[in-house]
């Protein structure tokens, strides 16, 4: 067992006692994928580029890691926002996660391609009497699963003071129960809005999935990461 954190981090080599230091033995790429509908897609895209995972395509498996042992790589699924955090770690040399999450994480690590899917925006939206509001910079509540990124869009961006409150879901109940005059939160299709006589009252930014590399794993790793990127980069644009 290796001693300091990061060297227990990283090594997830394939060396066996047997065979350690006379043979050097591919270590494993791991891929960290925000589990959903974003990790199905991502695997579809790679298989494109011939990453592939068979234990990974049988619906009844409990397993959290899988293997291509051939290929060298391993994969796991986890909570979006967990996603950067193994990333930065080194659990995973890695990840692929919505660029929502690396804002609002703001870990340490390399954003190092857009994969394209997933593309949705990040907004501030409410009823339509709410816009007042925003344009006379009033102090409002914002309601958010994203603190991080209303702070910054509500502070530094558009230099209005206003009351962020943290929820975790079904964001867009907020203002319609009174809990807060508008939300920050993600838009991709509108319907929900819609169905909610709520609407888009300011666009943040556009989102898409990102792949992201360890900062160490970018060094250590160079040739096998660097050809991965450049294959998807080329079934992308
Ligand atoms: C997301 C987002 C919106 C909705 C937007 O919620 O928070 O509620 O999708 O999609 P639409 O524009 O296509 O209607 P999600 O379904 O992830 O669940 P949550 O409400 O629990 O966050």
């Known amino acids: 067992m ?21 043979e050097e033995k591919m270590r494993y790429l791991t891929f960290a994928l925000a589990k959903g509908r974003l990790a199905r897609k991502a695997m579809e895209l790679f298989r494109e580029i011939g ?27 986890a909570k979006a926002s967990d996603v ?5 770690y080194g659990a995973a040399d890695i990840g692929i996660v919505g660029k929502d999450t690396i804002l609002e994480e703001g870990r340490n690590l390399y954003e190092v391609l857009d994969l394209g899917i997933g593309q949705c925006r990040m907004c501030v939206c409410g009823p339509k009497e709410a816009s007042r509001y925003l344009h006379n910079h009033e102090l409002i509540r914002v309601a958010t699963k994203y603190p991080s990124i209303a702070k910054d869009y509500f502070y530094n961006k558009k230099h209005q003071t206003v009351e962020i409150i943290k929820l975790n879901g079904s964001i867009e109940l907020a ?12 838009v991709e299709t509108g319907s929900t809005l819609r169905e909610n006589g709520l609407e888009v009252l300011e666009e943040i930014c556009p989102l898409s999935a990102r792949m992201v590399i360890n900062q160490v794993s970018m060094k250590r790793e160079q040739e096998r990461i660097a050809g991965i990127i450049r294959q998807l980069r080329s079934r992308i644009s």
Request: glycine residues 10%.
């Open 51 to 77: 990453i592939t995972c068979e234990e990974m395509e049988d619906p009844d498996s409990r397993k959290l890691i899988f293997v291509n042992e051939e290929l060298g790589y391993r994969f796991f699924l």
């Open 2 to 22: 290796p001693g300091s954190l990061e060297e227990r981090c990283l090594d997830n080599g394939k060396s066996d006692a047997g065979t350690a230091g006379k």
């Open 84 to 88: 950067p955090t193994y990333v930065e």
């Open 175 to 186: 203002p319609l129960v009174g809990l807060s005059e508008v939300i920050v939160d993600i």
